[in-house]
């Protein structure tokens, strides 16, 4: 099974992601959250049931679904950088466990929601960009280095599996820009400031934190 046939990662990835918020921080939860992890449950079982390892059924409201997740996703996490953000203004008592904690949970989601929109959306989706099924190819979000004629890739043949959207994402989180993988429309780039700029808030707030329990 080729990389890109893989469902499993992905949905791997956001499970993980569902069940950190178990360990989150009070600071950052607010109260309605077992209703908020209930409909991510209930996005990402369809997606596990009719998927569970590799790409072989597609369906709108598959799709749908799987959009809606990653968008609530990333909706939830700017929401905790929010109340992290007002708990520090506050002067609510916070402990240097439960900062590194709120920090830790915000900037993996952020990561992992980001590379799962990408995933979702560039060229259509996984199932567009692969030549076994029906759905056409929509227009490239991202421009990987293996598309350009680098020597030892076929540009034809490539496909990007979620690994690679994760290492976007991550270099987006860290470099606070891209760097070897471009952004090419404008949803792809405003995608990509976003994530940057929650990496790059969530940082500020736990370094200015720290210094003042310091």
Do not use: C
């Not at 950088?81 to 439960?98: I, P, R, W, Y």
């Not at 060229?123 to 490239?140: L, M, N, Q, Y």
């Not at 290492?167 to 990509?192: C, E, I, Q, W, Y």
């Amino acid at each position: 099974m080729k990389a890109h046939e893989r469902r499993w990662p992905a949905s791997l990835a956001v499970a993980m992601i569902i069940g950190l918020q178990f360990a989150a921080p009070e600071q950052i939860v607010p109260p309605w959250w077992p209703v908020l992890v209930g409909v991510e449950v209930l996005l990402l079982v369809p997606l596990v049931a009719t998927n569970p390892v590799s790409l072989n059924r597609d369906h709108p409201m598959l799709r749908a679904s799987a959009v809606a997740l990653s968008v609530l996703l990333l909706a939830v996490n700017a929401g905790r950088l929010v109340q992290l953000f007002t708990t520090m203004v506050n002067e609510e008592k916070l402990s240097a466990g439960h900062l590194i904690g709120s920090g830790a949970l915000i900037w993996s989601t952020n990561i992992v929601a980001v590379a799962v929109v990408f995933w979702e959306l560039d060229r259509g989706g996984p199932f567009a960009r692969d030549p076994r099924h029906a759905r056409p190819e929509g227009t490239g979000d991202l421009l990987f280095p293996q598309m350009t004629g680098v020597p030892g890739w076929d540009p034809g043949t490539w496909l990007p599996s979620f690994v690679d959207y994760v290492f976007v994402a991550f270099t987006a989180a860290t470099a606070f820009s891209p760097t070897d993988t471009m952004p090419m429309t404008g949803r792809a780039k405003t995608l990509m400031m976003a994530a940057s700029s929650v990496s790059l808030a969530t940082i500020a707030i736990v370094a200015a934190r720290a210094v003042n329990i310091l």
